[in-house]
Nanobody
Framework: QVQLAESGGGLVQAGGSMRLSCAASGSTRSIGAMGWYRRAPGKQRELVATISRAGSTNYADSVKGRFTISRDNAKTTVSLQMTSLKPEDTAVYYC????????WGPGTQVTVSA
């Protein structure tokens, strides 16, 4: 079992920056890929960025060049550095981790005001 806890959400003005972090606990030794997804009001959850255990990254087109995903050496914390934030980035952000199945955190709200 893996437990995930996100932190770092809140309110920011358009053009600002924010950093999200997600810490994994439990059976973390063999966690594979980790990632960030988001769900905006009235929309389905969508991929934001993922990072493999080896460090390979993948980004949604809408965040390329603005968001950076990273992972610590212990492979148990994944972060998302968000810059040049736009109102359309407003959403609940969820981290996930894959270890034989997909685990999800409870989510953290990010609100970008115009």
């Amino acid at each position: 079992q893996v437990q995930l806890a996100e932190s770092g959400g809140g309110l920011v003005q358009a053009g600002g920056s924010m950093r999200l972090s997600c810490a994994a606990s439990g059976s973390t030794r063999s966690i594979g890929a980790m990632g960030w997804y988001r769900r905006a009001p009235g929309k389905q959850r969508e991929l934001v960025a993922t990072i493999s255990r080896a460090g390979s990254t993948n980004y949604a087109d809408s965040v390329k060049g603005r968001f950076t995903i990273s992972r610590d050496n212990a492979k148990t914390t994944v972060s998302l550095q968000m810059t040049s934030l736009k109102p359309e980035d407003t959403a609940v952000y969820y981290c996930n981790a894959i270890l034989f199945q997909t685990y999800w955190g409870p989510g953290t709200q990010v609100t970008v005001s115009a």
